[in-house]
């Protein structure tokens, strides 16, 4: 299966979120966004400053095979899509 992504190098802000990543048994999340259109970002590292990978529809579910406190780096079951996401945007 999909496995978590390594801490970048370097000093940069995104060592923090890293530096709090564990390694979890995986487990399924549902996607639910607040804003109008429902849909949740997928980012390619745990920031809101960083890159979107994709928008996901609400009531999409996720795989999710690490925590890094405020984020969830989650799998897509059926892409194979592996990104980012805040976890007050996925629920069990």
């Known amino acids: 299966g999909?496995?978590?992504?390594?801490a970048p190098s370097g000093?940069?802000?995104?060592?923090?979120?890293f530096s709090k990543a564990q390694f979890v048994s995986s487990f399924m999340v549902t996607l639910r966004g607040t804003r109008g259109s429902g849909s949740v970002n997928v980012?390619?590292?745990?920031?809101?400053?960083?890159n979107l990978i994709q928008a996901y529809a609400y009531g999409t579910t996720?795989?999710?095979?690490?925590?890094?406190?405020d984020w969830y780096q989650v799998t897509?079951?059926?892409?194979?899509?592996t990104?980012?996401?805040?976890?007050?945007?996925?629920?069990q």
């Open 76 to 81: 897509d079951p059926v892409t194979g899509v």
């Open 62 to 69: 996720m795989q999710v095979i690490a925590d890094l406190g």
């Open 43 to 50: 980012r390619w590292a745990p920031s809101t400053d960083c």
């Open 2 to 6: 999909p496995s978590p992504t390594a």
């Open 11 to 17: 000093g940069s802000a995104l060592n923090k979120v």
């Open 83 to 91: 990104g980012f996401v805040m976890k007050k945007f996925a629920y």
